[in-house]
């Protein structure tokens, strides 16, 4: 998978999770995930492979809330702290998001502002698809600017 990343893209920008506070804060469940992606292993052969090719790879910081920030108007909505909230409505430009691709969009962005290229576009490399349970199809409206959800 790394290989197919670093060969297809010439910049590649992933967020710099701190995974033992994940792992602290998590429920059982989440920390066999967690553990179980290997993000570390990932991210280093990400970055080893880019020094190889000679692409760029790009860390974005720990704490850049990048599934608070709506993608399309760059409106920070704080109250989106909550992991349960998979989806959500920007109060301001009232665009609809998924939580991790939302993310995913912004930690792009963010890494291309850093090294000043502009706007990107955006590629998913892969999407797993499942059955959405009955919690994860809820669409939460933000309908504040304070960020109440309701």
């Known amino acids: 998978m790394s290989f197919r ?19 602290e804060k998590s429920n059982r469940k989440l920390n066999y995930q ?6 570390y292993e990932f991210t280093r052969q990400l970055e080893y492979k880019s020094k190889w090719y000679h692409h760029q790879y790009i860390k974005i910081n720990t704490y850049f809330p990048s599934s608070q920030i709506c993608s399309c108007c760059g409106a920070q909505i704080k109250s989106l702290k ?12 009232l665009t609809t998001h998924d939580r991790d ?13 850093n ?26 409206q933000v309908n504040t600017p304070s960020g109440e959800i309701k």
């Open 5 to 23: 990343i670093i060969s297809e893209n010439q910049t590649i920008c992933t967020e710099s999770l701190d995974i033992l506070q994940m792992l």
């Open 34 to 39: 967690i553990f179980d992606a290997s993000w």
């Open 82 to 93: 909550n992991l349960k909230i998979r989806k959500w409505t920007c109060p301001y430009c």
């Open 101 to 113: 691709i939302n993310a995913a969009k912004n930690i792009l962005k963010e890494g291309i502002q």
């Open 115 to 140: 090294v000043g290229r502009g706007t990107p576009e955006f590629k998913l490399v892969e999407a797993k698809i499942t059955k959405p349970t009955k919690q994860e199809t809820e669409v939460y």
